[in-house]
């Protein structure tokens, strides 16, 4: 009898620093279960299908695979935000100000879900159903 595989990560995405100190970490999963956890969250959600291709897409269209893998912000930045990425075996790790165009809607998308899953409210150890 064979078992079935465990899902494999799709996104591991880490936020951390700037002003507001963030400090949040997203894994987002093949199957759509992904763990959110930071200062004021930590649970887990499901993304529906039509958010999993949005940022398939998005990470084909930045050329994710080109890109270098530091790029940062020149000296004297305050209270910049670093962004670590992790997207089939790559990782790629940008301060704000030195963010490639082409990576921006990545970000933006991650983020957008790491604020909608702040907003979501659940009991303790349950899954969530993102509203979009």
Not at 53 to 63: A, E, H, K, P, W
Request: glycine share 6%; hydrophobic share 40%; proline share 5%.
């Amino acid at each position: 009898m064979s078992r079935p595989l465990a899902p494999a990560v799709l996104v591991d995405y880490y936020r951390t620093g700037g002003f507001a100190g963030f400090d949040d970490r997203l894994v987002i999963f093949d199957n759509g279960v992904a763990v959110v956890s930071g200062k004021i969250v930590n649970q887990e959600v499901e993304i529906n299908q039509t958010d999993i291709d949005r940022i398939v897409t998005l990470f084909n269209q930045s050329t994710f695979s080109t890109l270098d893998r530091d790029y940062s912000a020149r000296p004297g930045g305050v209270d910049l935000i670093k962004y670590t990425i992790s997207y089939h075996n790559k990782t790629v790790s940008v301060e704000d100000t030195a963010i490639p165009s082409s990576l921006q809607p990545v970000i933006d998308e991650l983020n957008r879900i790491l604020t909608m899953t702040a907003s979501v409210k659940q009991p303790s150890g349950q899954a969530v159903n993102m509203p979009r």
